[in-house]
């Protein structure tokens, strides 16, 4: 491994640093609860706060931003724990240009920041951009402009390389690969870039957005064009520490260590255990961010991940409120980057901590309820329950 194997914390502030170098101002992650877009319920991308900065109807602090947004995305919540790779909270850093720069320079920076020993210093020759199928432009600054030669540069259609999320700003993309080395591969022939096995992974993403969605499918032409970039926190963290999984990340791993100190549960023991850690460890860093923004936690949608937090842990053997003290590792690991938490530690803790003996005492009476129904079953001589 050539390059500095970087703390998630240090990522983050040198990518937030490096674009300030690049005239950008540096904005606070907005809050995870939407502000006035109804097509979400929670904010999933680094762009989808700044949406009416993209199609000009608000005029933004500046014309180049950068920020390092929370994220929270709960399409596939039944997988997390199940694969290694993914979790409902993330980090997403982005840089961004309203109307500002446009393919020429995002293209250069995302290519230095990544490469430069300067800065996250990875080889080069692990590094493979993709484009838009027909996108020449972007084909020819890679090629001509940064040096890659044609074979190395990928091109790939809508679904991979077309970037939308709902209504609004949205466009083609170019993405930046990283060869994680042969012993990652599938083995099978063909496997290359683009391949879903776990060799080539995806850290950056150039969005070009240059069209407005209505929600319909109909695209039209905005009047400026944008960027939109995104590289999740974790994964560059990943790339960086060598580490097959978002949950073998330092901070990531911090609070795996808490929840196993408390359990008695190490990772790595079995399949089983390592999937309720997971969920856990991912759970509570959800569910100590939401509640850091003012979402309650309840039964369904945006409050469902604590409960399921508390009933993993139950698996594992933790018949006591714990998740409150786990918490208080996720506030410690980002503490540099979110003092807002710190602030409000006790509040969260005190929510996590209601919540959990609430759903202690729910589970308590379903328990009751069940064993009682059973025994006036056996008592009627019955087998078959
Ligand atoms: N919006 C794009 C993404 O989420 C780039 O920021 O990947």
Redesign the pocket.
């Known amino acids: 491994m050539a390059h500095k194997a970087y703390g998630l914390n240090e990522l983050r502030e040198m990518f937030l640093s490096f674009f300030e170098t690049k005239g950008h101002l540096r904005l606070p992650s907005f809050s995870l609860v939407p502000q006035h877009d109804k097509s979400i319920l929670l904010i999933n991308?680094?762009?989808t706060p700044m949406k009416t900065y993209f199609t000009g109807e608000e005029e933004p602090p500046r014309r180049r931003v950068c920020t390092c947004q929370k994220c929270i995305r709960t399409a596939d919540i039944e997988n997390i724990g199940k694969t290694a790779r993914h979790g409902t909270y993330f980090e997403?850093l982005?840089n961004f240009s309203f109307g500002d720069y446009f393919k020429h320079e995002a293209i250069a920076w995302s290519w230095e920041f990544l490469t430069s020993p300067d800065w996250v210093g990875l080889e080069p020759d692990r590094l493979y951009p993709s484009i838009y199928v027909d996108d020449d432009e972007a084909f020819d600054i890679w090629n001509k402009e940064i040096g890659i030669p044609a074979e190395r540069i990928f091109r790939f259609g809508k679904e991979d390389n077309f970037?939308e999320?709902g209504s609004g700003p949205c466009g083609p993309?170019s993405e930046i690969y990283y060869d994680r080395g042969p012993e990652y591969g599938c083995g099978k022939p063909g496997c290359t870039v683009g391949c879903d096995c776990d060799r080539y992974i995806e850290v950056w993403?150039n969005?070009f957005s240059q069209f407005n969605n209505d929600g319909h499918g109909n695209y039209t032409e905005l009047a400026q064009k944008n960027i939109?970039?995104?590289m999740g926190l974790e994964r560059l963290a990943c790339v960086c520490q060598n580490v097959d999984s978002l949950f073998d990340v330092d901070t990531v791993m911090n609070i795996t260590h808490k929840v196993s100190e408390i359990t008695g549960a190490h990772y790595g023991e079995s399949h089983k255990t390592d999937v309720s850690l997971r969920i856990i460890t991912d759970h509570i860093r959800s569910a100590t961010f939401m509640i850091g923004d003012g979402i309650l936690p309840s039964n369904e949608g945006r409050g469902y991940v604590l409960r399921r937090a508390a009933r993993h842990g139950k698996l594992l053997g933790v018949n006591d409120p714990f998740l409150y003290k786990v918490c208080d590792t996720v506030i410690h690991e980002n503490a540099t980057a979110y003092p807002d938490l710190v602030e409000k530690k006790e509040y969260i803790t005190r929510v996590i901590r209601v919540e959990e003996e609430n759903f202690g005492r729910t589970i308590d009476a379903g328990m009751k309820i069940f064993a009682d129904m059973l025994a006036a079953h056996k008592e009627k001589g019955e087998t078959v329950f």
């Open positions: 991308a680094g762009m997403m982005g970037w999320h993309c993403n969005v939109d970039t995104g």
